[in-house]
T-cell receptor
């Protein structure tokens, strides 16, 4: 079975500052993907960033980057230059390969303070 | 690409009633997924379709739940004899096949409240 743990229920950051959201996971699989999804208030979930487990290089998407530590089963999300629009619930998710279903963490509610 | 749509957005029903939700995926996506999200939790997988075939079902999908995708396009999720524990957000997602299945696009969800 796969489990995903997000130990920070709530976080806040000043606008333009950097924040890191933590995620750990447990799996016996060797091939998998990891994801961060963003769920703004009353809006649908959107993909922020994806990491393939076989890739050692950390994924980056503009202001968003990850720190993937496969041996430690850790997958944190760094948001640089935080913007008010980054305020949302952030979910870490795991999907084995091949596979079809996500395993989500419980989420971290991020508030960007002007 | 108009995105994944779900109807209704909100549904309030009395315990014991049946409810049906609809999901319209992105038109070129042949895979469709249903998830349930309760308050304070991440989404949990319920079931998955490839075209019209239902290929995987979670143990969360009790006998009161049934999902269909009759023509491989839109899907419906029906809950019979609703219980208060069914109150949740029901999310639909869609994806292409192959390696693109690892990128799922979510709809806005249907929030069900059972009174």
């Amino acid at each position: 079975a796969q489990t995903v743990t997000q130990s920070q229920p709530e976080m806040s950051v000043q606008e333009a500052e950097t924040v890191t959201l933590s995620c750990t996971y447990d799996t016996s699989e060797n091939n998998y993907y990891l994801f961060w999804y963003k769920q703004p208030p009353s809006r649908q979930m959107i993909l922020v960033i994806r990491q393939e487990a076989y890739k050692q290089q950390n994924a980056t998407e503009n202001r968003f980057s990850v720190n993937f530590q496969k041996a430690a089963k850790s997958f944190s999300l760094k948001i640089s230059d935080s913007q008010l629009g980054d305020t949302a619930m952030y979910f870490c998710a795991f999907m084995k390969v091949p596979g079809n279903q996500f395993y989500f963490g419980t989420g971290t509610s991020l508030t960007v303070i002007p | 690409d108009t995105g994944v749509s779900q109807n209704p957005r909100h549904k309030i029903t009395k315990r014991g009633q049946n409810v049906t939700f609809r999901c319209d995926p992105i038109s070129e996506h042949n895979r469709l997924y249903w998830y349930r999200q309760t308050l304070g939790q991440g989404p949990e997988f319920l079931t998955y379709f490839q075209n019209e075939a239902q290929l995987e079902k979670s143990r969360l999908l009790s006998d009161r739940f049934s999902a269909e995708r009759p023509k491989g396009s839109f899907s419906t999720l029906e809950i019979q004899r609703t219980e208060q524990g069914d109150s949740a957000m029901y999310l639909c997602a869609s994806s292409r096949g192959g390696t693109s299945s690892y990128e799922q696009y979510f709809g806005p969800g249907t929030r069900l409240t059972v009174t």
